[in-house]
């Protein structure tokens, strides 16, 4: 069975840059994935960051930034901030309707 | 303000079932699919599947066949998932999500429907 992979954690200096990835255990990740990036606080509803690869969402920071590097999607956070700490998931859509969440990664920033 | 609205919480004991309800407001239900995500205790999202809100069909992920039923009330402008049997792994945050683009793009979240099984 197809896994979307994620790094489970990751941490960053406050104003530094972190790259989070998000894979396919069975295969290269591309466009046609349509990656999504969302951002999930504490007790809230996760909030779209970045969707179809690159495309930020109404109100996201221009430090959030999607690419897909390699065989991965990638959300790239520069000028880290304390806000930042958090929860980030990405979703793949795998054709035929189906779409696949990883695993998420927690961020931290210190 | 758009928004979609989730039924509140709801305490059930095993082997009983649940339905979690899904309002859109300020905007039309079948003007864009429903998608249903799961969120065990300390966990991450798991996407359930979605429907297709102009014919009702709906389709499942892997793991979530068989009790899980996704459903709509097009009188009501509703979306519904009923969960039947219910087991105490199913205690979850349940969230509705509307998919602007059909790939994914989960624009508008519910508030999530806390969901405990117990005994």
């Known amino acids: 069975q197809t896994v979307v992979t994620q790094e489970p954690s990751f941490s960053v200096s406050p104003g530094g840059t972190v790259t989070l990835t998000c894979g396919l255990s069975?295969?290269?990740?591309?466009?046609?994935?349509?990656p999504t990036w969302y951002q999930q606080t504490p007790g809230q509803a996760p909030r779209t960051l970045i969707h179809d690869t690159r495309f930020r969402s109404s109100g996201v920071p221009d430090r959030f930034s999607g690419s897909i590097l390699g065989n991965k999607a990638a959300l790239t956070i520069a000028g880290a901030q304390a806000d930042d700490e958090c929860d980030y998931y990405c979703?793949?859509?795998?054709?035929?309707?189906?779409?696949?969440f990883g695993g998420g990664t927690r961020l931290t920033v210190l | 303000q758009v928004q979609l609205v989730q039924s509140g919480s709801e305490l059930k004991k095993p082997g009983a079932s649940v339905q979690v309800s899904c309002k859109p407001s300020?905007?039309?239900?079948?003007?864009?699919?429903i998608n249903w995500v799961r969120q065990a205790p300390g966990q991450g999202l798991e996407w359930m599947g979605w429907?297709?809100?102009?014919?009702?069909?709906?389709t499942y992920a892997q793991g979530f066949t068989g009790r899980f039923v996704f459903s709509l009330d097009t009188s009501v402008s509703t979306a519904f998932l009923q969960i039947s049997s219910l087991k105490a792994e199913d205690t979850a945050i349940y969230y509705c999500?509307?998919?602007?683009?059909?790939?994914?793009?989960?624009?508008?979240w519910g508030q999530g429907t806390r969901v405990i099984v117990s005994s």
């Open positions: 429907i297709n809100t102009n014919t009702g069909d709906p």
């Open positions: 069975s295969g290269s990740v591309s466009v046609g994935n349509y």
């Open positions: 300020g905007y039309s239900l079948t003007s864009y699919a």
């Open positions: 999500a509307r998919d602007q683009s059909g790939y994914s793009w989960f624009d508008i």
């Open positions: 979703v793949l859509y795998l054709g035929s309707g189906i779409s696949m």
